[in-house]
């Protein structure tokens, strides 16, 4: 499908990062974004832009009301060269989901998913070709009507940024440390756990930040009724294993349905693992650790891919999960997901998604 794009190319292009193997996670972006706006009822002027400023309204009601989604997906390269997409309409289905919690007007996600090849085309040699490296790709809607009454805005910008990153852990594939925080919430029932909205993640911040000072990569947020189900930890679904069964939580309306996550549970089931997504207290998984059944822990996400998790500390005891390294059957999920990202291990169950 060819759609209509109108094309402004930037003057003067920024020039790639030279040391493909040093790229950090957020900081670089590509020469151009894609953009629409809503108004008068209906999304309008696709278009692609040089990378720069937004020109907005002080009053503009994202800035008061953080009426705002994102998503996050990634372009990955091939040995062939080839620019491969990973699950994109997964990311434009959940983004409509986001949208429709956040009263912002639906957008067609055939045309998103074009336009954002339309993009690739452009800036798509940004996509490193180093192993671990990626290019990440971040849609965005904000609402940009100058308007102070509480209520869904009228007006609205729809974004595409891009930029070539690294591992989102500065430590890589080394099992990383995680707080579990029993006072503060990330998401309630009816609240916005299940959706990728800014105003989520502005309320992570505090308790990240304190976790952060005692020295712990990330949190475990619990449920936020009775403190005791694991729910998901900052930008990742959780995963333990408990004598030999995966088990995550259930998508019960508080946590992201990961795109990873869903492709953990596909890939640990044809690997033959046993998989449950169920309910799973913090006491159980202390319990777990005593008695020796807690044999690995991890998190899937995007950003991260697999991070297996090292320790945990809970009420300012710390447990050492497994024997604190990177368990076999993290490994083997780990294996065989990113060897179908990074084209290196056949696309059995159609992941993938070519550029051109
Ligand atoms: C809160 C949260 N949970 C889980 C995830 C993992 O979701 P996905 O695998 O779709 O990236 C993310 C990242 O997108 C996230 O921000």
Known sequence: MEILVHRQLASHLQPHPRDE?????????????????YYDGAWRNPRIEPFGPLL????????HYSQTIFEGL????HPDGRLALFRPRDNFT?????????AIPNLDEAFLLQALKELLKIDGDWTPAHP????????????????LGVRPAKEYLFFIIMGPVGPYYPGGFAPIKIYVENFYSRSAPG?????KAGASYAGSLLATELAAQKGYTQLLWLDSVSHKLVEEVGSMNMFFVLDGTIVTAPLTGTILPGVTRACVLAVARDLGLRAEERPLTIEEILAAQKSGALGESFGSGTAAVISPVGKLCYQNEEIVIGDGGVGPITQKIYDELVGVQYGTRPDIRGWVEFVS
């Open 21 to 37: 193997a040093a790229l950090g996670f957020g900081d670089i972006y590509t020469d151009h974004v894609f953009k629409l706006d």
């Open 94 to 102: 959940r983004f409509n989901s986001s949208a429709s919690r956040m």
């Open 74 to 77: 990634k372009c990955y390269r």
């Open 132 to 147: 671990g490296s990626s290019l990440y790709i971040r849609p965005t809607v904000i609402a940009t009507e100058a308007h």
């Open 191 to 195: 609240g916005l756990g299940a959706i």
């Open 56 to 63: 907005l309204s002080p009053a503009a009601m994202v800035l």
